[in-house]
């Protein structure tokens, strides 16, 4: 997908959210509208949404390095290869702030952030909004500039029931091949019934960057409970906001290659 058409399709977006009048509403006109599901994230980039007032979060991610166009049924489309995995733990201090730390296995990169919700859309507020700001430590030793600040914007407009619009304006001071990258990662939510969303994620290639390549993700997302199960198509491994932004993952990826992967997420209340 082009930027262009990638621009076009996020305006055609915003004005069906201004031309959306049927919304369901409690009693006041500041009761936050329902979240269908999603929680502190869409399938890699973060959403507005904090953990919830004394809230333990605990995300699993995988991801097949392996593309399903080198395997085969032998090795069920990659599945049997090598993947990595990450784990991250997000506490909410409060209903509107939380801190949060995910390890990914890929350079033993470390991300801490907090994040701090500014208003949550309800019938009168049009949009969620919230601040994201933290940093990625790379502990792998050959890795220059380990230390990556980011700052991030997160926005979400939910349009209809299942319907789910997010951007997430976002600052990295490096990524791999990169100072003071920024980018605009999207992200749509499509309701399936029987309680399934279909997620899709686009994080637009830089053009700061020559060579960058767009990133996509599209999930099967499925909440059970207190656990989300979200099964993962995708073409980059990713999954930290100084690999996302630059379009520069050090492995490689193509824009036509599909990965297969997997989140889990359980939340724990006290």
Not at 101 to 112: G, I, M, V
Not at 131 to 147: I, Q
């Amino acid at each position: 997908m082009t930027e262009r058409r990638l621009a076009a399709a996020c305006w055609l977006a915003c004005c069906w959210a201004a031309a959306a009048s049927a919304q369901e509403s409690g009693g006041s006109p500041y009761e936050p509208v329902p979240r269908d599901g999603v929680g502190a994230q869409v399938i890699n980039m973060p959403t507005p949404f904090p953990a919830g007032a004394r809230r333990l979060e605990i995300v699993f991610t995988h991801r097949f390095q392996q593309t399903v166009q080198d395997g085969s049924a032998s090795d069920l489309w990659g599945l049997d290869g090598a993947a990595d995995t990450g784990i991250g733990l997000a506490y909410g201090l409060s209903r509107a702030f939380e801190v949060g730390l995910y390890r990914s296995s890929f350079q033993e990169n470390f991300e801490l952030a907090g994040k701090f919700l500014l208003f949550e859309q309800a019938p009168r507020v049009p949009l969620s909004i919230a601040l994201r700001a933290g940093v990625d430590r790379v502990e792998r030793a050959e890795v220059e500039d380990p230390t990556r600040p980011f700052a991030q914007l997160l926005l979400a407009r939910r349009l209809a029931r299942g319907v789910n619009l997010f951007l997430a304006p976002s600052w990295a001071g490096d990524t791999p091949r990169l100072r003071d990258a920024f980018n605009v990662p999207v992200g749509l939510t499509l309701p399936l019934g029987r309680g399934l969303l279909l997620e899709l994620e686009v994080v637009p290639e830089n053009r700061d960057l020559e060579g960058s390549v767009a990133a996509w993700h599209a999930a099967l997302s499925k909440s059970v409970g207190l656990h989300v199960f979200e099964v993962v198509l995708g073409n980059s491994r990713a999954t930290t906001v100084d690999l996302m932004l630059g379009g520069d993952f050090p492995a490689g990826y193509a824009e036509d290659d599909v990965r297969l992967g997997f989140n889990l997420v359980r939340d724990f209340t006290f």
